[in-house]
């Protein structure tokens, strides 16, 4: 054996295969995955756009892809059983026509998905946004706050499969229960394109699941604005 293949396997092991090996990808052929939520998520095959009906996705038997198809509203999220702290998160995602949706770290932090394809001016409700916070004791008018668009419109048209990856550092807290760090978006990528890069979020985002903050927390998919699909679920936990 060379001495340059023994070298690129001792690389492999130490850094580039090991991190592969700590992703874990969600299997998807049934919902176990999640706590029990309504009746507007489902499994299929796949999903493709739908000729008679461009705001809902038409699907295709089987198991392996999530499909969220609001029939009554408002309709339900759907959240992980388990909690997660630090992570990175890879998935793909297909918006219908019109729609909405978010993915939110430990329930409280959102990257807004939404149908922005051709969008010229791009703001926090776009997609690979980080979403405003809320403040119900500000005037009128003057309730959000912070927020943060992505650098680039990178979404794809409605019916065509993006691919999403989010960079996550949790926010750290002293052995008292002070907070002293925020939750950052180390980086998130759209479609391979970095829409957002070292994002400080100071708390929960808007329709968060929870008001407070720490150290973990589930993986929320909104579901009460819109209908979407989403598969190749992965996910690599780390530590600083």
């Not at 809902?56 to 392996?64: A, C, D, F, M, Y």
């Not at 776009?126 to 668009?149: L, M, S």
């Not at 052995?175 to 760090?181: A, C, L, Q, S, Y």
């Amino acid at each position: 054996m060379s001495f340059r293949l023994l070298f690129a396997l001792s690389l492999c092991g130490f850094t580039v295969c090991g991190q592969q090996n700590k992703w874990t990808k969600i299997p998807l052929k049934d919902l176990s995955f999640f706590s029990e939520t309504g009746n507007n998520w489902s499994l299929s095959g796949g999903a493709i756009e739908n000729d008679a009906d461009s705001a809902v996705l038409r699907t295709i038997p089987g198991t392996g892809t999530l499909i969220n198809h609001i029939i009554t509203r408002p309709g339900a999220h759907l959240i992980t059983r388990k909690s997660f702290g630090n992570l990175n998160l890879s998935l793909d995602f297909m918006m219908a026509r019109g729609s909405n949706s978010g993915i939110y770290l430990q329930g409280r932090y959102e990257v807004q998905l939404y149908d922005s394809w051709k969008k010229m001016q791009i703001t926090y409700i776009d997609c690979g946004a980080i979403y405003q916070r809320w403040d119900t004791t500000k005037p009128a008018g003057h309730e959000g706050f912070e927020g943060n668009a992505p650098l680039n419109n990178a979404c794809l048209p409605p019916g065509v499969w993006q691919h999403l990856e989010i960079s996550f550092s949790a926010p750290v807290f002293a052995p008292d229960g002070k907070k002293i760090r925020n939750a950052r978006f180390s980086e998130v990528k759209l479609n391979g394109k970095i829409v957002q890069k070292n994002v400080e979020v100071t708390g929960p985002t808007r329709s968060s699941l929870y008001q407070d903050e720490r150290p973990d927390g589930p993986i929320m998919i909104q579901g009460d604005h819109g209908n979407l699909a989403v598969r190749n679920i992965k996910i690599h936990q780390w530590k600083e």
